[in-house]
């Protein structure tokens, strides 16, 4: 399975799951058409799966096109969002497997970002490929719409357990404004430093996907329970602390 990131609208990515050997492809939170189909068209491939993290109009709004294109294609989301996903056939809960050129891949549930909310990941020898929607992004998680502190964080945790080499493919590009908030958090971190220092570097260059190691080295969203985390808010308790962190970056 190879994977092909794709740059839509202001700042999402769009990722394409292609299977080379049948000249097939799989696309995942297609909020865009035409990068898709071009894609498509140039590498004659014909697009069978279309999986979505979430119902939000930037993770959706290619659907009507691609399946005019490719009626054949079948769409993948989440059960509590049945009826808010254009052209969902398949209904997932966490735990579901979904196969992509023949790697069979677990859902995850991820409530918090909105209440639905689930993440598609593929292990590999390597670690695993995860796909993440609007949950965690490059140092920094996504607002919570519709779920609470305690649902996000336990969302953030679990895709926290799974093997630090899993690689992290998040939905939008925002990672430098995300780390130079961490920094506000952990200035003493070394490892975010240099992250940082890296993102600056080459401001042009995609940070997606990231790793699960890079993100629990700096990302405070994945530090709650960490005590300079701890310390820089005051609080103890690591539902606590991750809200508090959400309400600071919400206002940063």
Avoid at 28 to 35: F, H, Y
Wanted: glycine fraction near 10%; include cysteine; aromatic fraction near 10%.
């Amino acid at each position: 399975m190879e994977i092909i990131r794709l740059p839509i609208l202001k700042d999402n990515y769009t990722f394409l799951l292609v299977d080379v050997a049948r000249r097939q492809a799989a696309v995942v939170d297609p909020g865009q058409s035409g990068p898709v189909l071009d894609y498509l068209s140039q590498g004659g491939l014909a697009l069978t799966k279309i999986f979505i993290t979430h119902p939000d109009r930037d993770h959706i709004g290619g659907n009507p096109a691609l399946l005019q294109k490719f009626p054949q294609a079948v769409v993948y989301g989440s059960r509590i969002d049945q009826g808010y996903i254009p052209g969902q056939q398949v209904y997932l809960a966490g735990g579901d497997e979904v196969r992509c050129a023949e790697v069979v891949g677990q859902v995850l549930f991820i409530p918090g970002h909105t209440l639905g909310h689930i993440a598609y990941y593929w292990p590999t020898a390597t670690g695993g490929e995860l796909f993440c929607g609007d949950t965690i992004f490059g140092g920094g998680c996504g607002r919570m719409k519709e779920g609470t502190p305690a649902q996000m964080l336990a969302s953030i945790e679990t895709m926290g357990q799974l093997p630090p080499e899993t690689r992290l493919w998040f939905a939008h590009e925002y990672t430098a404004h995300n780390l130079r908030f961490a920094l506000t958090i952990e200035p003493g971190n070394v490892a975010l430093q240099q992250r940082y220092a890296e993102v600056r570097r080459y401001p042009d260059r995609p940070t997606s996907p990231s790793t699960i190691g890079l993100e629990l080295q700096t990302n405070p969203f994945l530090r709650c329970d960490q005590p300079e985390v701890m310390a820089a808010v005051a609080k103890a308790d690591p539902v606590a602390v991750f809200a508090e962190l959400r309400r600071r970056k919400d206002q940063f």
